[in-house]
């Protein structure tokens, strides 16, 4: 099927903050994702509560795992 | 979007694109063009053909136009009024990014050097004092053979700073038992410290060590967290004096926390040891090393902070301290082979620094600087700890593992302690009879953009008072160290000093800003997907990777124009300018 996965804004906040990574949760509670601090780009040094910004896309699966 | 009158005479040779609709009986001016560096964009969107017969910027200014086009038509001869000029081709970007073969050039540098580069035939490289031959520079392109000649006769002696001797020792088992001991190149741990090292650092919880040999790499492996050499100092400190250094085996730690999560959780590469390492790199074990895994259980949750990793390298610096007691006594006349290692000052040739940012985001992300022995933690300092500020070694104090890596990620792309200890960039342009490296400045890429712009900037103030002629500036990994990285070069270009920059990108790393002294960039990918490959040591800078960069330099330092990269990865581009260098080596 065609589907039109273009990258789109995603907005977030940071729930989890530790000296390698931050977690961030989705807003509407559509997920997570945990990435490291060299992922993240910032202009201050990053707090809980911080809003974040993202672009992706939907996921698609690519194959059953096996 | 139009475009100014410099634009259009920096392209000038590039396709004529009007930018808006325009009207038939317009004299055509750079503000009726479109800005050719967007063109690659135009044309991957559709929006933009350009056909053979297109007529460049030079050729169409003040030309006028006979009939009303759209906007985005490239301008084709029917378009025009009267006759059009031949002149050269429009140079597509072609993808080669190459430096031109076959070009003499000579430029007057700093310092009243007068630098004379030759690519043509043998390619001769030559710098001279001005003081010392002002008749040659002239006609420099005129005889080059008879010139070198001269100039041989007048040159300068080299003066050498400081020496190292490294006496290598041969390791051909390496067993357990109640003892550290070497001999006859039988390396014995003693069984034991596994137990004792981890008094280095309450927060190490539990330490196993065991052999890998060459012959049995079907084993699994947690996350590599380091590979470090076995040296120690036997006079002097480091990056002078004697060290003694074992080959044929090497330490790999790793580790994970008591929860059982890898130290390294991201960019991880437990796995298969045979075929989690990219052998033969130089942060990697050799094909034949033998490796003394030293694996350390850490507090739980202390990964994630500084603490954790930098506690399991200290009970791991432990162990090997015990070795490097046993290294130290080792008589002289054992030593398989004994390298000596110069720092020399190379009078009247360009001067040239390698800038190495370093990673100190925190956790993993930090580096020991200047340890009291070889490749160890004691003594040392944090680079996040000194504030990530730009920091210089020798580049014998960087071979002789002045350099502790905490190693950051990805397993691909991050430098380990062996990395530093075998730099085959430091190497390659120490040895170099054409530049005088005159040092190594490490840089730390903290978190906070401002702090990236903070430390970049005293990068900026120390190159300009180094005086040097040229720089070379590389990064490991990618991520918002990128932003750095860029910044570096900026710092650097902006002062008038050629700079290359050298980094892994490709497609996952691909950089994130840019400016426009990025103009001579290698790229490290050896990915065929462009990735992180979850290889130990698979995109990091090797022997060949260097050869290209001081090259790039060399060519911009005389001048030689080096043609734009291609808007995408392509590693064509890296095996066409590595083709070039094999044969300017033949």
């Known amino acids: ?66 | 979007m139009s475009i100014t009158p410099e634009t259009a005479n920096q392209h000038k040779n590039d396709p004529a694109v009007v930018c808006c609709l325009t009207q038939e009986g317009t004299i055509i001016s750079p503000a009726d063009l479109e800005d050719p560096a967007i063109f690659p964009d135009l044309e991957d969107s559709g929006l933009l053909t350009i056909p053979d017969n297109v007529l460049t910027i030079g050729q169409v200014l003040g030309k006028k136009l006979i009939k009303t086009i759209d906007a985005l038509t490239p301008i084709t001869p029917d378009m025009i009024e009267g006759e059009i000029e031949e002149e050269t081709k429009p140079e597509v970007i072609s993808g080669n990014g190459v430096a031109e073969e076959e070009t003499v050039s000579n430029a007057i540098g700093k310092g009243n050097v007068i630098r004379i580069h030759i690519e043509e035939g043998k390619g001769i490289n030559l710098e001279i004092p001005a003081i010392v031959a002002t008749a040659t520079a002239v006609e420099p392109a005129a005889k080059p053979s008879e010139e070198k000649h001269e100039l041989e006769e007048e040159r300068i002696e080299d003066r050498v700073k400081r020496t190292l001797l490294m006496r290598e020792f041969d390791v051909k088992e390496v067993r357990l038992g109640d003892e550290t001991s070497f001999e006859n190149g039988i390396l014995t741990i003693r069984r034991t410290l596994a137990e004792d090292a981890l008094k280095a650092d309450p927060l190490a919880k539990k330490m196993e060590i065991d052999i890998i040999t060459p012959d049995n790499k079907n084993v699994f492996t947690n996350t590599i967290m380091d590979v470090i050499p076995i040296a120690t100092k036997v006079e002097g400190s480091i990056g002078e004096g004697i060290t003694h250094v074992l080959s044929g085996a090497v330490v790999i730690l790793t580790g994970v926390d008591e929860s059982g999560i890898q130290v390294h959780e991201f960019g991880s590469c437990e796995g298969i040891i045979g075929e989690k390492v990219r052998f033969g790199r130089p942060g990697c074990p050799d094909e034949n090393d033998i490796m003394i895994r030293i694996h350390v259980t850490i507090q739980a949750g202390t990964g994630m902070e500084r603490k954790g990793p930098y506690a399991a390298h200290k009970v791991c610096d432990a162990v090997i301290q015990e070795i490097r007691e046993v290294l130290k006594k080792k008589d002289p006349s054992e030593a398989a082979r004994v390298i000596e290692y110069k720092d020399v000052e190379r009078v009247g040739r360009p001067r040239v620094v390698i800038v190495k940012e370093i990673m100190g985001q925190g956790a993993m992300h930090d580096n020991v600087i200047l340890p009291k022995e070889p490749a160890g933690v004691l003594g040392g300092r944090p680079n996040v700890d000194l504030g990530n500020i730009p920091v210089v070694l020798s580049p014998n104090e960087v071979r002789d593992g002045g350099i502790h890596a905490l190693t950051c990620i990805g397993p691909a792309s991050k430098e380990n302690t062996r990395h530093y200890f075998r730099e085959p960039l430091v190497n390659l342009v120490a040895d170099d009879e054409e530049v005088n490296l005159v040092g190594v400045v490490f840089v730390g890429s903290p978190q906070v953009n401002e702090e990236k712009f903070y430390v970049s900037e005293r990068l900026g103030a120390l190159i300009e008072a180094m005086g040097v002629d040229g720089a070379i500036v590389t990064t490991e990994g990618f991520g918002n160290n990128h932003i750095d990285f860029a910044s570096h070069i900026e710092q650097i270009g902006k002062r008038g000093i050629p700079v290359v920059g050298v980094t892994y990108a490709a497609y996952q790393g691909q950089l994130i800003v840019g400016n426009k002294y990025m103009d001579a960039m290698v790229e490290l990918n050896k990915d065929p997907n462009g990735m992180e490959s979850e290889i130990l040591g698979d995109n990091t800078l090797t022997r060949e990777d260097a050869e290209r960069a001081l090259a790039m330099l060399k060519a911009k330092m005389a001048g030689v124009e080096i043609k734009p990269a291609p808007k995408k990865w392509d590693q064509s581009v890296i095996e066409k300018n590595q083709e070039l260098i094999r044969n300017a080596k033949k």
């Not at chain 1, 390698?20 to 807003?27: L, M, S, T």
């Not at chain 1, 509670?29 to 910032?42: S, V």
């Open chain 1, 1 to 66: 099927m065609e589907i039109n996965a273009d990258v789109r804004p995603i907005k977030g906040k940071i729930i989890e903050l530790t000296e390698r990574d931050v977690k961030i949760e989705f807003y509407g509670r559509m997920g997570m994702l945990r990435i490291p601090l060299r992922m993240l780009i910032c202009d201050k040094r990053p707090e809980v509560g911080d809003d974040v910004e993202l672009e992706m896309s939907y996921v698609k699966l690519k194959s059953d795992g096996r």
